[in-house]
């Protein structure tokens, strides 16, 4: 019985069906480098900020304070994939000239979503990392696109796919030609509903196992409640996440999208206080940028 168990696992974690995503293609781990900030590693890394990109006020006052309380990468949807056509479907190629303005303010990488295979150079041309959503991480033309970009993409599982299909997925990218990606876990649908979606936490150690690729974990979808955001964040770094991405507004209660997920900027700067006690008693640290270490 026990034989049988061990032979079953092996032959699922060999990987072979993923002929460049597969961990035995790279056994220690890609480490991608955005600007300087090394995610893969051992530094755990934080993308915070915005659902959407609602306006220049609400953008850069969200990104100084996610800077300031020691956020890496700024998150800001342009392109908004929601459920009604009637909802805000966000401010298009304003918006990601918004998230321009904000890098400049902070000097923080930004990231965003691209939906359509029509906006890919447009998107190219303002953000440092391409985010695949969820409903779109089987659209197989769209991944091929980005796969021919030299532009890191986090690709985020789809809310009904399984590990494998995350992994084949990913394979389409990195077929195209482009290493530099990252998957992202942001909770599947199950029968329950007293939480937007069920964080599937598995999913980290099973990913590190199968892949190279970076893990990123979102608690903001995956809980769809702020006050469980943090608890979801520390469980994230504690099973072996390389970093996170979280919904931060500056007032979540005027949020033109997913406000009830999103943490205020006080709550947002208690949640990295304990994620940086958490990660060095796991013998890790929190990413900080080589400018802002100061030498003594
Ligand atoms: C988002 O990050 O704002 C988003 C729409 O996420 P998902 O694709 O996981 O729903
Ligand atoms: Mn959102």
Not at 179 to 200: K, Q, W
């Amino acid at each position: 019985m026990e034989s049988i168990t061990c032979n079953i696992n092996a032959s699922f974690l060999e990987s072979s069906s993923y002929k460049k995503a597969g961990r035995h293609k790279k056994p220690e781990g890609t480490i991608l480098d955005i600007g300087g900030i090394k995610i893969g590693g051992k530094a755990f890394v934080v993308m915070a900020g915005p659902c959407a990109v609602e306006n220049e006020n609400q953008l850069i006052t969200t990104a100084r304070a996610v800077h300031e309380k020691g956020g890496n990468i700024l998150r800001g949807g342009a392109y908004k994939p929601r459920s009604s056509p009637y909802s805000f479907q966000g401010l298009e190629e304003e918006g990601l000239k918004l998230l321009e303005k904000a890098r400049q303010e902070t000097g923080m990488p930004v990231i965003t979503e691209v939906m359509d295979t029509r906006k890919v150079e447009t998107v190219c041309a303002y953000t440092d990392i391409l985010q695949i959503g969820s409903r779109n991480m089987q659209n197989f033309p769209l991944l091929k696109e980005v796969g021919h970009c030299r532009k890191p993409v986090m690709l985020k599982r789809g809310m009904n796919a399984t590990i494998d299909e995350l992994l084949l997925a990913a394979e389409y990218i990195l077929d195209g030609g482009n290493e530099e990606v990252m998957v992202c876990e942001r909770g599947i649908r199950s029968f329950e509903t007293s939480y937007r979606n069920t964080m599937d936490l598995n999913a980290v150690p099973m990913l590190k196992q199968l892949t190279h690729l970076p893990v990123i974990v979102d608690p903001s979808h995956g809980t769809g409640h702020a006050w469980m955001v943090p608890y979801l964040a520390k469980a994230a770094l504690a099973v072996g996440a390389d970093g996170l991405l979280i919904e931060v507004h500056y007032d979540p209660q005027q949020a033109l999208c997913d406000g009830p997920q999103s943490l205020t900027v006080e709550q947002f700067g208690s949640l990295m206080e304990e994620l940086k006690v958490l990660s060095k008693a796991l013998g890790r640290s929190l990413f900080v940028p080589e400018t802002s270490i100061t030498r003594t």
